[in-house]
């Protein structure tokens, strides 16, 4: 009787629902999956850390406070956004990583920037000669963020087997670095190969590029900033490719045609403007006084004069001229678009973009009609000098 009592027991006992069984079966695979997610974490700012350290032994850091100061502010803010942010990954690991960024300058005259595994970045002070806005350092700080981000290196170790992962971060390192000093560590390793070359400068740029430019439509920066040191660096490469073609930033992020256009497709897909004169000094016209005349202004473009105004108002009437000059260069018309209109006007298209005053004739020892022409001949140069500089990776 006790038996079967007992039996009666275990059978009326409440077994778990098959829905059951099957919330705890996915709570356990959740529960590995974070797990091993925290380790790729661990693992990557234990190896970035260890490597970091190499990297500082063999490369100066710079000891320009100012300098350093400025990276680490943009990089921290940069940073945060990253930590808050699940960025789009078109290649790499598509989880949420969050790491505790690290933002250092390299005492290097070599363009370049880079990142080891845990987000570990260093910009080299050569690069730093060639930005020309807190935007476009923004710029080159989230694309570095998103290699990091995206576990661009993990990533490349895994598919590149022959690499062991001990071996991966200094050799990125020495590679994106550039340095004469951080090559010593590959020098004759002959582990850098086709794979390394080309899944780095292909798939990663990309991804960070999509990734940098997420990072920055969320930030007070103007993501045009990443598509005009891409240009900037386009002019370099094209201007002296016998010193840059092989050196740091050129070899590893190539300003190519392809990764313009993607730039461009993307702004257009978050919808930032194209504004160039924004950002980059070099696509600019700015107002400075006129070395020759006294009490006048001139308007410049790429270290070139354009114009100059004088009278009374003429500071006043070159900052709104600039302005709406800087308009209508950043939408990069046509040079045959410049003409001469009536009573002293220049026009953009049909638009009159601003009309010279006898005063300005009278202080340059010049008829208005003259000075009409030389300004449709300097803005159609510079016109065209924006056209070389798009043109450069376009």
């Not at 808050?84 to 990583?97: E, V």
């Not at 497709?265 to 070395?291: L, N, W």
Request: hydrophobic share 40%; charged share 20%.
């Amino acid at each position: 009787m006790l038996a079967a009592l007992a039996l009666l027991t275990i059978s009326f006992a409440p077994q778990p629902s098959m829905e059951r069984i099957e919330t705890l079966a996915w709570q356990e695979a959740d529960d590995r999956a974070e797990k091993a997610h925290e380790q790729d974490m661990k693992t990557d700012s234990d190896v970035g850390a260890k490597y970091a350290v190499q990297v500082e032994k063999q490369c100066k850091l710079s000891s320009d406070r100012e300098l350093v100061n400025r990276v680490q502010r943009i990089g921290a803010e940069m940073a945060d956004i990253a930590n808050q942010t699940h960025s789009i990954a078109s290649w790499g690991d598509k989880r949420f990583n969050t790491f505790n960024y690290t933002f250092k300058v390299l005492d290097d005259p070599i363009p370049n920037a880079f990142s080891l595994p845990g987000g570990y970045i260093y910009v080299q002070s050569g690069l730093m000669k060639i930005i020309e806005s807190d935007d476009e350092l923004a710029g080159v700080l989230a694309h570095e963020i998103s290699h990091a981000k995206f576990r661009h290196v993990a990533t490349l170790q895994r598919e590149a087997s022959k690499l062991q992962l001990i071996q991966l971060p200094i050799i990125l390192a020495a590679i994106l670095s550039g340095s004469p000093n951080a090559g010593i560590a590959v020098e004759g390793s002959g582990l850098v190969g086709t794979t390394l070359q080309n899944g780095w400068t292909v798939m990663a740029e990309e991804a960070a590029d999509y990734g940098g430019i997420q990072l920055m439509v969320k930030s007070k920066y103007n993501a045009t900033g990443m598509l005009t040191l891409m240009e900037h660096l386009g002019v370099l490469e094209r201007s002296q490719p016998q010193y840059y073609a092989n050196l740091g930033i050129f070899r590893t992020h190539p300003p190519s045609k392809e990764r313009a256009e993607s730039m461009l497709k993307y702004m257009k897909q978050y919808g930032v403007p194209v504004e160039r004169s924004k950002v980059s000094t070099s696509f600019r016209a700015i107002v400075k006084p006129d070395d020759k005349i006294p009490g006048a202004v001139v308007v410049t473009f790429a270290g070139k004069s354009l114009f100059a105004l004088a009278g009374n108002d003429a500071l006043t009437r070159a900052d709104e001229i600039a302005a709406k000059l800087n308009a209508f260069l950043d939408s990069t018309p046509e040079m045959y678009e410049v003409s001469a209109g009536p009573s002293g006007a220049i026009l953009g298209g049909r638009e009159t973009l601003f009309q010279f005053a006898h005063d300005d004739a009278t202080a340059q020892s010049k008829t208005v009609e003259d000075l009409q022409k030389e300004t449709v001949t300097h803005i159609r140069s510079a016109l065209y000098t924006v056209a070389f500089r798009i043109w450069s990776v376009h």
